[in-house]
T-cell receptor
Framework: TQLLEQSPQFLSIQEGENLTVYCNSS?????LQWYRQEPGEGPVLLVT?????EVKKLKRLTFQFGDARKDSSLHITAAQPGDTGLYLC??????????????FGKGTKLSVIP | DTAVSQTPKYLVTQMGNDKSIKCEQNLGHDTMYWYKQDSKKFLKIMFSYNNKELIINETVPNRFSPKSPDKAHLNLHINSLELGDSAVYFCASSHGTAIYTGELFFGEGSRLTVL
């Protein structure tokens, strides 16, 4: 079983501050996805990174996939209260019979205080 | 229109009972999943079906039995419920089995509480 370690587990910051969430593994993934989950709802995809070293930007969010495709980071610039939520990384790996499986990290709970 | 819908949203039941959670997706996807999210928010896959066929079956007690009558539906039946089964169960779907570049669409979750 491939494991994804996310850090920090909890993060509470003031509005306007910057933050970085890390997702690390000893295994190589075909791709890595980042999801955001709000209370009482299911996770919603933010981005998928596929190529080692890839950087993707989504407004104030910057996602990076490690060169070796074992780790990823999410950087938020000038955090806003609307960024509050649970951020989950998920690595895709081949599970045989032509199918892939997503393994989720344990999540980072972000609170942005106005 | 809700893309992935699951019912019920909340379920409170006694130990030993049998219960079912239903899931339907209207996205035309051919792969559906059941995930379990525990109290620490850890999301773990339980089952995956592609075109009504089981393709992933993680180490889950055989009290849990998924059923897919067609590719738009994947229901979860749980027999002899135990306290440790309390969790939020998420149904999800994706296009194809090659989800390494695809996206999982999740339902809103079904919170199961076993007393």
């Amino acid at each position: 079983t491939q494991l994804l370690e996310q850090s920090p587990q909890f993060l509470s910051i003031q509005e306007g501050e910057n933050l970085t969430v890390y997702c690390n593994s000893s295994s190589v993934f075909s791709s890595l996805q980042w999801y955001r989950q709000e209370p009482g709802e299911g996770p919603v995809l933010l981005v998928t990174v596929v190529t080692g070293g890839e950087v993707k930007k989504l407004k104030r969010l910057t996602f990076q996939f490690g060169d070796a495709r074992k780790d990823s980071s999410l950087h938020i610039t000038a955090a806003q209260p609307g960024d509050t939520g649970l951020y989950l990384c998920a690595g895709a790996s081949y599970s045989g019979a032509g199918s892939y499986q997503l393994t989720f990290g344990k999540g980072t709970k972000l609170s942005v205080i106005p | 229109d809700t893309a992935v819908s699951q019912t019920p949203k909340y379920l409170v039941t006694q130990m030993g009972n049998d219960k079912s959670i239903k899931c339907e997706q209207n996205l035309g996807h051919d792969t559906m999943y059941w995930y379990k999210q525990d109290s620490k928010k850890f999301l773990k896959i339980m089952f995956s079906y592609n075109n009504k066929e089981l393709i992933i079956n993680e180490t889950v007690p055989n009290r849990f039995s998924p059923k897919s009558p067609d590719k738009a539906h994947l229901n979860l039946h749980i027999n002899s419920l135990e306290l440790g089964d309390s969790a939020v169960y998420f149904c999800a779907s994706s296009h194809g089995t090659a989800i390494y570049t695809g996206e999982l669409f999740f339902g809103e979750g079904s919170r199961l509480t076993v007393l």
